[in-house]
């Protein structure tokens, strides 16, 4: 995208105003940016706190105007990536990959650090270079998870080991959308929502084609009533979920409720708030992903099943029997963050 298309959205959500070259005549307070800088939000913050008239250095050699300045304006140093010049192609290709590296969470869990987010950057990036969108990349999302539900829904092993590796190749490219947002800052609500809407797609694709495929197989009466009721528990759940998030996130994404979840094991006194804390830390879904990719390589869906059920029913029990705790965590995380 063109820079000076990012630094309008960027000066916008930072709430100062776009005054232009003529603007700028006689305002002591106006930032001069050329036209190979790109901003980031933290640099409004950092100038919060200073009193113009300064020359704002950036740790690549960048300089930007903070005020009426001349010869012997004195220079801030920036400890930190506040700036960008991007006058060249190594700086525009140092840029790329500053700007992408943050785009992770404070939520990602280990996997998704240092397994997921390599990879999903590296379709990051090069979707950005081509011009594609981040619903572009929630689009894929979704084929991903209906090839994923089509190749559970196929009879053997090779195909179910096919499902876990799609199922985890679904996890990874997960995360290409919200970055591709981040980085061009068009992150916003609607993205969120079109993001959690293909992650449930995936899921319900996904248990749909297991036990399709779990018939065509051959189940018996009992396991089939079971896979049945944890089918309809794991569809209800999965809408309370998003009932939640739709009610008390400030951008209706699932993370919020792992947030929640979070936050209310730290206020809580009970241990089973706590212990269920700690389970979804063990299995959020980058981790989730992986284990079920290699428990599909078994062969067993009779396994996965077990492991799914057990989730599903630690996740009802926490809505059932925690709610108050999780709509009390909620309002703080909102209030926390001026929402």
Not at 164 to 181: H, I, N, P, T, Y
Request: aromatic share 10%; with cysteine.
């Amino acid at each position: 995208m063109r820079v000076r298309d990012r630094n309008e959205r960027v000066i916008v959500r930072s709430g100062a105003a776009l005054v232009g070259a003529t603007g700028a005549d006689g305002d002591d307070r106006t930032l001069i940016v050329p036209d190979d800088i790109v901003l980031e939000q933290s640099l409004f913050g950092v100038l919060q706190d200073l009193e113009p008239p300064l020359r704002l250095r950036a740790p690549d050699g960048a300089e930007l105007d903070w005020g009426l300045v001349s010869e012997e304006t004195p220079v801030h140093h920036l400890s930190e990536y506040d700036f960008l010049d991007v006058s060249d192609r190594s700086k525009r290709s140092q840029a790329e990959r500053i700007l992408l590296l943050r785009t992770g969470k404070s939520s990602d869990g280990f996997v998704s650090r240092r397994f997921n987010r390599p990879q999903s950057r590296f379709f990051s990036r090069w979707f950005l270079k081509a011009g594609l969108s981040a619903n572009a990349a929630s689009a894929i999302s979704v084929v991903i998870g209906l090839g994923c539900g089509f190749a559970a829904a196929q009879p053997g092993a090779l195909w179910l080991a096919a499902t876990g590796v799609l199922f985890q190749l679904a996890s990874m490219f997960d995360g290409v959308d919200g970055e591709m947002a981040r980085v061009t800052v068009r992150d916003s609500k609607l993205g969120a929502a079109i993001d959690s809407a293909a992650d449930n797609l995936t899921y319900l694709a996904t248990l749909v084609g297991f036990g399709v495929g779990w018939a065509r197989e051959g189940i018996t009466e009992v396991e089939a009533w079971s896979l049945v009721t944890i089918s309809v528990m794991i569809v209800v759940t999965l809408f309370l979920v998003l009932f939640f998030v739709r009610k008390y996130a400030p951008n209706a994404s699932f993370v919020f409720f792992d947030r929640s979840v979070r936050r209310a094991a730290q206020e809580a006194s009970g241990v089973s708030l706590r212990a269920i804390d700690i389970f979804f830390r063990a299995t959020r879904r980058d981790l989730l992903a992986l284990i079920l990719m290699f428990a599909s390589f078994l062969g067993s869906r009779f396994a996965i099943f077990c492991l799914v059920g057990f989730g599903v029913l630690i996740a009802d029990y926490l809505l059932l029997f925690h709610r108050r705790d999780l709509i009390h965590a909620a309002g703080l995380l909102r209030a926390e963050e001026g929402c």
